[in-house]
């Protein structure tokens, strides 16, 4: 069995062809039936995040996966395969495990040492499993390179103070306003990505501020342990008329902002400067709202310059991390080695301390 991968990430592709390769959750359950009866990938796993869409699988030759696959995403996305191709990466092994490893470590990440994709590619692989589309190879495979991403956490210090995406944005905020607890915040989505934003915002004395959710009831939980008011979705142009700052990060499939909404909002709000920033992927924002007088809009890719700030003060670690994925990458193909040569699966892969 080989090991490959096809993706798209933050550094081949832009947001706007990202958004379209994103999978939602709903839309899982028919993307592993395709991968298993209509691709014919005996495992496969999908790792579906804000700058990432990677599809992982296991199969018996390598020959004609990576079409296959990438005809897979073109369809999904609805993009054309040649305006795609550019932007997709293929990987076999060894580079493929590689890949994963320095993923799981947050070595491959727009924040560097983040460590939100190690629950993420938990959480993906998790979810494969449940739907039973991962077998002896990705079990193997994800197992350890979680393992990798956590060793890297533990004995590195290259997520120390690590800034994930959503507290970048907040600091992308204080340094338009400064400090942050004399304006009004409203959060809209209340994922993870939400639920991280709002402990940085309690951190930095913000009291005003508002979570909102298709979900009220999740959106309460959150307003209870964090503080704050929570409100529905139906509130949102109401909310909007008295926010300063409005961060995003659902995962709805549409926008959830239209240009000609917010120009209508902004002459209610006097066209008060009004900060957007939109962490969804898709995006939840219309972009071409950044275009409105005192409208201030940020998406995810333009967080790099902050991003880029924090890369050079970890720059020191990252040599000692990417060690440490280089020797787990080791130990498992030497173990991989192995089993081809007639191990047997149930035999332990040892490793040094």
Known sequence: MQIVVVGANHKSCPIALRERLAFRAEQLPLAYHALREELGLAESLILSTCNRVEIYAGVPEVNGTFSRVASFLSAHSRLDGAVLSGSLYQYEEPRSVEHLFSVASG????????????????????????????????????????????????????????????????????????????????????????????????????????????????????????????????????????????????????????????????????????????????????????????????DVDDLQGLVDHHHAQRQEALAASQAIVSKKLQYFLAWRDKQRAGGTWFSELVEAP
């Open 107 to 298: 070595l491959d990440s727009m924040v560097l040492g983040e460590t939100d994709i190690l629950h993420q590619v938990k959480a993906s692989y998790e979810l494969a499993m449940r739907y039973g589309t991962t077998g002896k190879t990705l079990n193997v495979l994800f197992q350890k390179a979680l393992h990798a991403g956590k060793t890297v956490q533990a004995r590195t210090g290259v997520g120390k103070g690590c800034l994930s995406v959503g507290t970048v944005a907040i600091e992308l905020a204080q340094k338009i306003f400064g400090d942050l607890r004399a304006y009004h915040v409203l959060l809209v989505g209340a994922g993870k990505i939400g639920e991280l934003v709002l402990q940085r915002l309690r951190e930095r004395g913000v009291s005003q501020a508002v979570i909102i959710n298709r979900s009220r009831e999740r959106a309460e939980r959150l307003a209870g342990a964090y503080g704050g008011q929570a409100a529905g979705l139906d509130a949102l142009a109401d909310q909007l008329v008295g926010a300063d700052i409005v961060i995003t990060s659902t995962s709805a499939p549409g926008v959830l902002l239209e240009r000609a909404q917010l120009s209508a909002l902004m002459a209610a709000r006097r066209h008060r400067p009004l900060c957007l920033i939109d962490l969804g992927v898709p995006r939840n924002i219309d972009p071409s709202a950044g275009q409105l007088e005192n409208v201030y809009l940020f």
